[in-house]
């Protein structure tokens, strides 16, 4: 069954292993544990339902629970604590494009505000009720989950928009087919909710970002229904794909999405490799991305990134071995861990596998193969997960990202990373490092991962993270980044927005938003913010 106040399925666990706990406990000194709250605690905070009777409504407490937050820090907080702030007023769970209609009509008749919910795995609070004298109601395409229609010959696939990876690709692998995105939320999150906030899949050098799968779909706006046809390509003026894409459930609930489809790759392989330092590794996957070779996947982490992920796979007589190993072949402490992916036909993958490792031999790299490879590939979804492992312990993990030109990676990498330090506050250590993880000709994302201690209450914690990601933030935007690739604005990245959009932007935005759902019926201060 799911948690109701943290990640997945509470069947699968993440544990910190014991040699991943001194090393933090090196980094960092001993932690202490937060005490949890209990459902029935938060069962009994949740007011009577402000919303009118509806059959397709379900305003019972704990749905309203399970439905109140989202996945970000300050999500973690709140439930773990279970000072939730506010509750929808119910939550609805339509299985049809008609009955998502019907409720939309309903609620503008009551004067109901909206929130389209998808999986629920936000990380930049896009789903959180706020404070409002107007009912909430939580709208969930959870029901909404299914292959509709399957065109093989334009290779184009509609499902409902409520469908999360494993269905997509499993609905597609019985037809021999695979969409290929692969967000490290994939478990939970849902393909209305990638195309929601212009997502991006592990793989999106072979398969592309949402973007490119996104061929066109349904939208059940506050102004009626809004088809876009499926079209491979046009000129015929400005894409409204492109509006629908990253609009957050401010201009209508995404009810029907239709993706281009790949054939399923004939082989796959995951490899990993070590650079000597930073400076060598970031040059190297470069000039692999610049040259256009068609691998799947490439990732670089840097030198504390890799030392902590090897210190927290546990195994630690393997893991000294490598480290002698690699150091005898010239990549020591600095060492910065590449893994790479290569997907297609099995004549051309051994091509690309061997210049892969012949230009990495050439930077005076070390390839230690695919058993390190798989590895990755078993846990590439168990992530967060690992919050809960280091929560049990009194640490507490977080992330950030963006994505900049290459002249600009290290210094924003080096910015970010040091303002988080700085405002680590009470004195206290914070644990930060780094991968590259999606990579393009002009530039690449950063994604940034810090864990620190809780502090002795939930409040002062929370201030403590909001002190760090506003640094982080600040960092991101005085070094031309933009304040998310792959998670959204939502509600936290919003105060940056304009950094990137500039003045006029904005002004197109808000009007767009106003057009489009004149009564702000829909997800309001999501995405921009009231005053803008």
């Not at 009720?129 to 109601?137: A, F, G, R, V």
């Not at 490290?184 to 195309?195: C, F, R």
Request: charged share 20%.
């Amino acid at each position: 069954m799911r948690r109701w106040n943290g990640w997945g399925d509470s069947a699968n666990e993440y544990p910190l292993k014991s040699s991943g706990l001194q090393f933090l406990q090196s980094r960092l000194g001993s932690a202490t544990p937060l005490q949890d709250a209990e459902l029935a605690t938060v069962l009994a905070q949740v007011p009577p339902s402000r919303l009118d009777h509806h059959p397709l409504l379900d305003t019972s407490a704990e749905i309203r629970v399970r439905h109140a937050r989202g996945q970000s820090l300050p999500d973690w907080l709140a439930m773990r604590s279970g000072d939730f702030g506010h509750f929808p007023d119910g939550v609805a769970e339509p299985e049809t494009s008609d009955q998502v209609r019907e409720l939309l009509d309903w609620a503008a008749s009551n004067g109901v505000t909206v929130i389209p919910y998808g999986g629920g795995t936000s990380v930049a609070g896009h789903i959180n009720p706020q404070p409002s004298d107007k009912p909430i109601l939580t709208l969930s395409l959870a029901r909404m989950n299914r292959l509709l229609e399957l065109d093989r010959e334009s290779q184009i696939a509609t499902f409902g928009a409520g469908t999360p990876g494993p269905l997509v690709e499993q609905q597609l692998k019985a037809q021999g087919y695979t969409l290929g995105h692969f967000p490290q939320s994939w478990e939970l999150s849902t393909v209305g909710g990638w195309v929601a906030s212009r997502s991006s899949g592990q793989q999106s050098m072979r398969y592309g970002r949402i973007e490119q799968m996104f061929a066109g779909g349904r939208i059940e706006t506050p102004r009626g229904s809004l088809d876009i046809p499926a079209i491979p390509a046009s000129s015929a003026g400005p894409d409204i794909r492109e509006i629908v894409l990253g609009s957050e459930g401010r201009l209508g609930v995404i009810t029907e999405v239709k993706v281009r489809v790949t054939p399923l790759p004939e082989t796959e392989t995951f490899q990993v490799a070590f650079a000597p330092n930073w400076d060598v590794a970031v040059e190297l996957v470069r000039g692999l991305t610049q040259s256009r070779l068609p691998l799947s996947m490439l990732r670089v982490s840097n030198a504390e990134e890799t030392r902590t992920h090897l210190m927290l796979a546990g195994h630690e007589k393997l893991v000294s071995l490598l480290h002698r190993y690699l150091s005898l072949r010239g990549c020591g402490d600095q060492k910065c861990m590449i893994t790479f992916g290569v997907t297609g036909e099995k004549a051309q993958t051994r091509h690309v596998l061997a210049t892969c490792k012949r230009r990495i031999k050439d930077a005076g790299g070390v390839m230690v193969g695919e058993l390190l490879g798989k590895k990755w590939e078993e846990s590439r979804f168990r992530s967060p997960y690992l919050r809960h492992g280091l929560w049990e312990h009194g640490y507490v993990v977080d992330t950030f990202e963006t994505a900049v030109n290459w002249n600009r990676v290290t210094g924003a990498m080096t910015a970010m990373e040091q303002a988080v330090r700085d405002h680590a506050g009470d004195g206290e250590q914070v644990h930060v490092f780094t991968h590259l993880s999606h990579l393009y000709p002009q530039g690449s994302s950063i994604y940034t991962t810090y864990v620190f201690r809780c502090s002795d209450s939930y409040d002062k914690t929370l201030q403590r993270w909001q002190a760090m990601k506003n640094a982080a933030s600040e960092a991101i935007v005085a070094h031309g980044g933009t304040v998310s690739h792959q998670h959204g604005v939502g509600r936290d990245h919003a105060p940056w927005l304009h950094h990137e959009k500039g003045e006029q932007g904005m002004q197109i935005l808000s009007e767009l938003i106003h057009a489009m759902d004149p009564h702000q019926q829909l997800n309001p201060g999501c995405l921009i913010r009231d005053q803008d």
